[in-house]
């Protein structure tokens, strides 16, 4: 079933799609320079960034058309909520150890990923309570 976004709705995506891609950008070509200062690796760091590359081109797709497959939104709050609970992961395992800045950083970027998720969420409800 496809479904055609209401205006709240692209405008979640193409939020997410501009701080995602900043995100991106700045882990994956600031790898080498955040790494001592946030205490993580600077091939996590790096690769963070690129595994967003293709999401945020798909965000920007989706976005851009205002109509997709319902099962593709889903996919899309389903992956910012696997995001946040791979952030939190990170931190409650010995794998890597965090400066408090390191901690800072990872927490804010997981919070403000809940947050887009619960907004595209509730606007993806709205958007079938309206069908």
Not at 7 to 13: D, K
Not at 38 to 66: D, K, N, Y
Not at 106 to 126: D, H, N
Request: charged share 5%; net charge positive.
């Amino acid at each position: 079933m496809s479904v055609t976004l209401n205006p709240f709705l692209r405008q979640v995506l193409f939020a997410d799609a501009a701080v995602s891609g900043a995100a991106a950008l700045l882990m994956a070509a600031g790898a080498p320079f955040l790494s001592p200062l946030l205490g993580l690796p600077s091939g996590l760091l790096f690769w963070a960034g690129m595994v967003l590359i293709p999401f945020v081109a798909t965000l920007l797709v989706v976005a851009r058309r205002g109509r997709a497959p319902g099962f593709l939104l889903v996919d899309i709050v389903a992956l910012n909520a696997l995001w946040v609970a791979a952030s939190f992961g990170v931190l409650v395992t010995a794998a890597v150890e965090p400066t408090l800045l390191g901690f800072a950083f990872v927490i804010a970027q997981a919070l403000v990923v809940a947050l887009f998720g619960w907004l595209q969420f509730s606007g993806l409800r709205r958007q079938t309570a309206q069908a």
